[in-house]
């Protein structure tokens, strides 16, 4: 069992910076693939970002190119979203997720791949 907790979520006015954290627990967190989700209200869960379970590779939504970033630091056992430039639309429940990479370098972009969840962290972009 891996157990997710998100946090960084918040209040933010477009054009702003959020960083979301997300606490890794219970295995070996360099085992494991992360990636970020997000949903917003009755929409569909969206993938937004991954990173391989060495963190040399990263995939990203073409929403977010550009302007989020994903990064982990295995020692602390936690992922990270950098996000800028915010807009409105990045309005959403952000989750995390982890699964046990077979690769080293290979990347999930489906939550279907991905085995465990966070509870998520809201993030609300007002103009």
């Known amino acids: 069992q891996v157990q997710l907790v998100e946090s960084g979520g918040g209040l933010v006015q477009a054009g702003g910076s959020l960083r979301l954290s997300c606490a890794a627990s219970?295995?070996?967190?360099?085992?494991?693939?992360m990636g970020w989700f997000r949903q917003a209200p009755v929409k569909e869960l969206e993938f937004v970002a991954a990173i391989s379970r060495g963190g040399g590779t990263t995939d990203y939504a073409d929403s977010v190119k550009g302007r989020f970033t994903i990064f982990r630091n295995n020692a602390k056992n936690t992922v990270y979203l950098q996000m800028n430039s915010l807009k409105p639309e990045d309005t959403a429940v952000y989750h995390c997720?982890?699964?046990?990479?077979?690769?080293?370098?290979?990347?999930?972009?489906?939550?279907?791949?991905?085995?465990?969840w966070g509870q998520g962290t809201q993030v609300t972009v007002y103009s």
């Open positions: 219970g295995r070996t967190f360099s085992n494991y693939a």
């Open positions: 997720a982890a699964t046990q990479g077979a690769s080293i370098g290979r990347v999930y972009n489906m939550a279907r791949e991905y085995e465990y």
